[in-house]
């Protein structure tokens, strides 16, 4: 019984996570992460609008963010958060030269950012 009850809390811990891999396509964040590494990232959920004071803790870290074309299709890039202020939150891929980010597209809203890096699993050969 014992066994049982910890296998179902293990269960439900993880269910809590939210992973989800992704695989690097391009080379917007080497030397950090390079083409073909597999990451796992831990999906957000904001059911209310996130407090600036929450939004500062992702100073730093590597997002994942959905953007959408001007052809309507949604896409998915890996960026890393450079500062939050009023305006919005900046991204910036870790190489400039070949980066598309804020630099690019401006200030992004919270609800672009839909997971934040959790851990490299597969590196790249």
Request: hydrophobic share 40%.
């Amino acid at each position: 019984m014992w066994c049982k009850t910890t296998l179902l809390m293990k269960k439900l811990r993880f269910q809590f996570l939210r992973l989800t891999a992704v695989s690097v396509d391009g080379t917007s964040m080497s030397p950090s992460f390079n083409h073909g590494d597999w990451l796992l990232f831990r999906t957000l959920r904001w059911p209310v609008a996130p407090t600036h004071a929450k939004l500062a803790d992702l100073v730093g870290k590597v997002v994942l963010v959905r953007r959408s074309s001007e052809f309507g299709d949604d896409f998915l890039q890996i960026k890393r958060v450079i500062h939050v202020n009023e305006s919005g939150i900046w991204v910036e891929g870790d190489n400039k030269a070949q980066s598309t980010d804020s630099r690019t597209w401006g200030y992004l809203s919270p609800k672009e950012i839909i997971a934040i890096y959790f851990l490299r699993y597969r590196r790249a050969r």
